[in-house]
């Protein structure tokens, strides 16, 4: 893959002394920070280009896209293949999402594409990758590993560290420590805790006095009223808060308690990369992407911005989880559907289906997929929580061809757009492909 790196750079050093570059990128945090590294680094190297923030491709969208440009897409377009083999002019895709099967071994002659999926190489966000041809182009560029750090972050890549995610966080200067996964690590212990909906805890979130008696279980005793962040406790001190959760926690899926804690300088200053992330996508999710692109850019007035945005966002949340509690679910044999309609925003729903997928109430295996309305269509997203189970891409990918239908994603998180009038078939298909994969297992 770093000798495709290698080339791409060469290539777009070339076309982009005589055209001008269009770059179209994901929304989500890893889209965010990957269109700031890109972005970055072309105006550096002195590039004409324009930026255009999308949450997912289309037909119609890629056809109206300018042939007078060079076409860079990152963080998605692995799934538009059939489009882009059309356009009239040179494409880059810096993608790490699922091919089709029948893509995999033709790419269109026009179409240059780093993806990790095609190589025999570690896996990692389209940050990364972005990061990578930034560096490769200069080494200028390795002030913007923070970025691609909050990118692996942001698309869950952070439990398994190879080499080339080993390598940005020394670029970084990342510090990793093991720990519960509530963010952010940086705040006293007992708000953390207080206010953690991701992973949700029961008994804990959201209850002062639970938190006051898992920290006395625990033997974590505050100095003066103040509790030590979670970043700052002692290896000891954090067995015994993970015990003490566990105790609380039986019977659900664990897994996702425990794992990586990253803290990452940004503005100067000590932050969890978790939360940073998690404000990127509040951004977006709420249709600020400008605002997160900003941010991501150093700008401190968009991060006063982005901050009142994060506020709004995560009400936005709680009163998603609060509907979700309360409302009908269809209900299966390792399987949860929830038709929100409009009462979810689309931009949100994903969120949502993946916090339900970190809860540990919920067994490893279970298949998450939660709809919401967009305009004339359907966001439909699928989780699966913890960490093995079925290909979810694949399940997605049944069921939305027999009526059409756009997927894309991975095994463990993928989504796809359906149009609103395929809605009591999409439901239907999907239940009978659900249930048949229990009955072959």
């Known amino acids: 893959m770093l000798e495709k790196i290698k080339l791409a750079v060469e290539r777009i050093n070339e076309l982009g002394a005589g055209k001008p570059i269009k770059v179209v990128s994901h929304f989500d945090t890893d889209g965010i920070t990957s269109a700031a590294i890109f972005s970055r680094a072309l105006k550096r190297a002195g590039k004409q280009f324009s930026l255009e923030i999308v949450k997912g491709l289309d037909k119609e969208f890629i056809k109206g896209l300018s042939e007078e440009n060079v076409l860079v897409f990152l963080d998605l377009a692995s799934g538009s293949l059939e489009y882009l083999k059309d356009k009239k002019t040179e494409v880059f895709v810096f993608d790490h999402h699922e091919l089709s099967e029948e893509w995999k071994d033709k790419i269109p002659e026009n179409v240059f594409m780093v993806n990790p999926v095609l190589e025999d190489c570690e896996v990692v966000s389209g940050a990364a990758i972005c990061y990578l041809f930034a560096k490769k182009m200069s080494l200028e560029n390795k002030d913007l590993a923070n970025l691609a750090v909050l990118g692996m972050v942001g698309d869950l890549y952070e439990r398994n560290i190879g080499k080339i995610f080993g390598e940005i966080l020394r670029d970084a200067e990342t510090i990793v420590k093991k ?263």
Not at 296 to 322: D, H, M, P, T, W
Not at 331 to 350: H, L, P, S, V, W
Request: hydrophobic share 40%; with cysteine.
């Open 179 to 441: 720990g519960v996964l509530v963010y952010p690590s940086t705040r006293p212990l007992d708000k953390a805790l207080e206010y953690s909906s991701n992973p949700y805890i029961p008994g804990i979130s959201g209850s002062r006095a639970g938190v006051i008696e898992l920290l006395r279980d625990a033997d974590l005793a505050s100095d003066k009223g103040r509790y030590k962040a979670l970043y700052e406790l002692s290896e000891e001190e954090m067995k015994k808060l993970i015990t003490a959760i566990a105790l609380r926690s039986r019977g659900g899926n664990q897994e996702n308690l425990v794992g990586n804690l990253f803290l990452v300088k940004f503005f100067n200053k000590l932050e969890d990369a978790r939360e940073l992330s998690a404000l990127i996508n509040a951004c977006s999710r709420m249709d600020y992407s400008e605002v997160a692109l900003g941010f991501c850019l150093g700008n401190k007035i968009f991060r006063k911005e982005a901050e009142k945005i994060y506020i709004n966002y995560r009400q936005s949340l709680v009163s998603a989880l609060k509907y979700i509690s309360e409302t009908n679910k269809l209900e299966g044999k390792n399987y949860m559907i929830i038709n929100a309609r409009d009462k979810i925003k689309d931009t949100i729903i994903g969120t949502v289906a993946s916090m339900i997928s970190h809860s540990p109430l919920y067994e490893e295996g279970l298949v998450i997929v939660a709809l919401a309305y967009n305009k004339d269509k359907i966001k439909v997203s699928a989780r699966l929580a913890g960490r093995k189970g079925r290909n979810l891409r694949e399940l997605l990918h049944r069921v939305v061809v027999p009526i059409g239908g756009e997927v894309g994603g991975h095994p463990n998180a993928a989504g796809c757009l359906i149009s609103k009038e395929k809605e009591e078939e999409f439901i239907g298909e999907l239940r009978k492909v659900l249930d048949l994969e229990v009955v072959k297992v």
